[in-house]
């Protein structure tokens, strides 16, 4: 799967998704006066256990879900990009090629187009010559941790590649799109480019990184996973909290390394600092304890203990994004991760044994997430810790917030045979007063990867 290409493929014949993309030629075509060439597809990701653990370096367990990011574009005569939206709230965009900027203060959705856009121009070392018309066509919920962002990103990035006439390996391209999200700010660990690319339906991914690899998880049956949005957004990219988590991974990865007498600047990762020493993760979990206390640290107490001084440790170790912040909880965030790390390969050994209590056990393995994220992580909220604990309430085996954090979504996973008692519970005693329920709350199954169609 990793070496594969993304091959143009033909759209089925009739059905939803042929109506779709119907619509949207025909938007296209009254928009830019002639119809798309190529029309590109990136999905939306559920992880389903393995919350920030992508950028220290460990594993993760995600599937695609069928929401997605859809682009209809051709080529145009000029040295512009003409980016259009059918969701009327996004203004249409008119690009100089020769002269843009991505903004990382307050980013909007074309720029985080112009990320994949500029991302294949720098790996192919091109010039950006070739102007082209774009209508994007969006179902993944905005700011719900269902990786809409990076979808996008991804998508414009295959169909640049495709009106340049390149073309990479899978997981070579879900690497240059990782990178790509570094334009606008955001220090990620490649799990949303990875499985948007990797993904099969049918099955989730065990996702492995340096190289990327994907592993099929199949999924014991009896169950489905069910996605509830909580309704909070958040824009990671417009905020410094996943920032400042990875910042603190860092520094917590350096000061072990330190204290273990390695190369602490060239140790960046937690992961690097297990392999490093040779210690299995119950280890590493002990050496956490060890080395930190469990109140914050401060900024030159983390100096003092890596002997640098503050501007040093601002280039080592921070970003701009992190280097002005005063206090780092370095205990609970190495704590998080190993554990969690911990936990996805539980899940993975479960799936893959299937004994007779897997749900139960896969569930309880979601819900230990959930509280890792909320109380060691902190990157829960009010709304989507009470959304956990009404769909555990209401039956699920165990239920878990998805994404960065901060708002988004839950992950919940339910019996078969309760799916609909479930949805209803939910339906009324959290969606009383939504007038988009069925954007809010839906069963899925694991779907697609990303994909090139030609009419």
Request: net charge negative; glycine share 8%; hydrophobic share 35%.
């Amino acid at each position: 799967m990793e070496t594969e290409f993304v091959r143009p493929a033909s759209l089925p014949s009739s059905g939803p998704v042929r109506e779709r993309f119907d619509f949207i030629k025909s938007r296209f075509s009254a928009l830019y006066g002639r119809n798309p060439v190529f029309i590109g597809r990136a999905p939306g990701r559920v992880n389903l256990i393995g919350e920030h653990i992508d950028y220290c370096g460990y594993a993760v367990l995600p599937m695609a879900v069928e929401q997605d990011i859809v682009i209809a574009f051709a080529e145009n005569n000029g040295n512009c990009l003409r980016l259009s939206n059918t969701d009327q709230q996004y203004e249409t965009q008119e690009i100089d090629l020769a002269r843009y900027e991505i903004d990382r203060s307050k980013p909007k959705w074309q720029h985080y187009f112009l990320c994949g856009y500029r991302g294949i121009l720098e790996h192919f070392g091109l010039t950006g010559s070739i102007g082209f018309d774009v209508l994007l066509d969006g179902t993944i919920p905005c700011s719900a941790g269902l990786s809409s962002s990076s979808a996008l990103v991804c998508c414009a990035a295959l169909v640049t590649m495709k009106v340049y006439g390149k073309d990479i390996p899978r997981a070579e391209l879900a690497e240059v799109c990782q990178h790509s999200e570094c334009y606008i700010g955001t220090e990620g660990g490649g799990m949303d480019q990875a499985i948007s690319f990797l993904a099969r339906r049918g099955s989730a991914k065990l996702i492995e990184f340096n190289p990327i690899r994907a592993t099929e998880v199949d999924l014991p049956g009896g169950a489905v996973f069910v996605i509830s949005n909580s309704c909070v957004q958040m824009n990671k990219a417009a905020t410094d909290h996943f920032n400042i988590r990875v910042a603190e991974c860092r520094l917590a990865a350096q000061i072990l390394a330190k204290k273990n007498g390695l190369d602490w600047r060239n140790l960046r990762r937690l992961g690097d600092v297990q392999q490093s020493l040779g210690i299995s993760l119950d280890e590493a979990i002990a050496q956490v304890n060890k080395t930190f206390h469990t109140e914050p640290y401060k900024k030159q107490e983390i100096c003092d203990i890596l002997e640098v001084t503050l501007d040093v440790l601002d280039e080592t170790s921070l970003s701009e994004r992190s280097k002005n912040v005063q206090e780092f909880k370095l205990h609970d965030r190495a704590l998080h991760v190993y554990s969690e790390a911990n936990r996805v390969l539980k899940f993975k050994e479960l799936c893959d044994t299937k004994s007779s209590s897997a749900l139960q056990l896969l569930g309880s393995l979601m819900y230990e997430s959930h509280v890792s994220c909320r109380d060691l992580y902190q990157c829960s909220c009010d709304e989507l810790d009470a959304l956990v604990e009404l769909a555990m309430k209401s039956g699920a085996h165990g239920s878990r917030l998805t994404g960065a954090g901060w708002g988004g979504c839950a992950v919940s996973l339910v019996p078969a045979d309760k799916v609909e008692e479930f949805l209803e519970k939910l339906r009324k005693d959290y969606y009383a007063q939504s007038q988009s329920v069925s954007k809010s709350l839906f069963a899925t199954e694991p779907g697609d990867g990303a994909a090139i169609y030609t009419f």
